[in-house]
């Protein structure tokens, strides 16, 4: 009997996972029989026209009537709508996936992973980026001790969507609903690569310095003739400290000019490099002891991870394959009954450093996570 998914929310994310849906019997021979049972969202006529573009079976205005007749929900809606029908479908004991970050606040995300290990069901964040082929490679060279003990974390996320005050505003601009601004839409990616690529040798983040700007305080509606506040960041930085000595740096903007998505990482040993570059996503940059400088590794080779399901080598991937990968992983765990990272707890965790990079920019100095 196919898995009956039901997604809340149907635009850059709803299309990102439903073409992942339609990839995955396709591309992956052994994953789970799904259907796309019943698509959610406010808007009746746009909701129609969404489920008859993206295949769902049904369209339901009552995410709580929608929770009740599938095996699987997807909460794909804004930050602010994450927590209550996330909680709602795991006290049903329904498998949740809920896209990043988990929540608007530390508070929310707390109650979201006590949700998770209180139900019978197992709940995933969509943090794609650790399932890109690279970003793998990199984390099995650094678990096998390749680029020995680690020294150096630091990560970058820019872009320049919202470079001119004429950009308008959307509710990732409002704290009430997204919580952060690029702390959380970018930054939360950024640590939580961080955490799956050194956690294993460096440890978790121990204690943060942050500094956050808004840069724009209000910005143009796009229908109405009228502006709405800026009420949260349009840029972050941060020092971290990891339990095991590692220096972490890490940044994100919404303001820098030329950068569209350009998520860069760069992990520094005792014995080597590595750098990858998001908009160069099948590259990684390897330095190892013995070597002059960095070598290019084109991460394409069937023996790569997840490559044997695509095309041969040199025939790239790009960013939609991310959300393959991780739809086809999660759908697999929940058919296994098999346990998913990164589970709540683990986006809990990305959620308390953001709120520690808050929190040390409010007091001027260095705070411990929480
Ligand atoms: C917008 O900043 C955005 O779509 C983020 O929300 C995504 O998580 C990131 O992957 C790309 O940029």
Known sequence: MALQIGVLGYRFMGKAHSNAFARLPMFFDDAPDIERHTLVGRDEEALADAADRLGFAHTETDWETAIENVDVFYNLGPNHLHPEPSIAALEADVPVFCEKPLAPTVEDAERMATAAADSDAIAGCAFNYRFVPAIQYAK??????????????????????????????????????????????????????????????????????????????????????????????????????????????????????????????????????????????????????????????????????????????????????????????FLSSVAAGESYEPSFESACEVQRVLDAVERSDERGEWVAIE
Do not use: C
């Open 140 to 329: 099995n060279l650094i678990d096998a001790g390749e680029l020995g003990d680690i020294r150096h974390v630091r990560g970058k996320y820019l872009q320049d969507g919202w470079v001119s005050p004429e950009d308008p505003w959307s509710w990732r601009m409002d704290e009430d609903l997204a919580g952060s601004g690029a702390l959380g839409d970018l930054g939360a990616h950024t640590v939580d690569l961080a955490r799956f690529l050194v956690g294993e040798r460096a440890g978790d983040i121990e204690r943060i310095s942050g500094h956050t700007e808004t840069f724009i305080e209000e910005r143009p509606m796009e229908e109405e003739n009228e502006t709405r506040p800026v009420t949260v960041d349009d840029a972050y930085s941060a020092q971290a400290a990891f339990e095991d000595g590692a220096m972490g740096t890490f940044e994100a903007s919404r303001m820098a000019p030329g950068h569209k998505n350009d998520h860069t990482i760069a992990v520094h040993g005792t014995e080597g490099s590595v750098k990858f570059a998001l908009e160069r996503l099948n590259e990684l940059e390897v330095l190892r002891e013995d070597n002059r400088g960095y070598e290019t590794v084109l991460v394409t080779d069937e023996s790569d991870p997840y490559v044997e399901h695509w095309w041969p080598p040199g025939h790239v991937l790009g960013w939609e394959h991310t959300f393959v990968h991780e739809d086809y992983e």
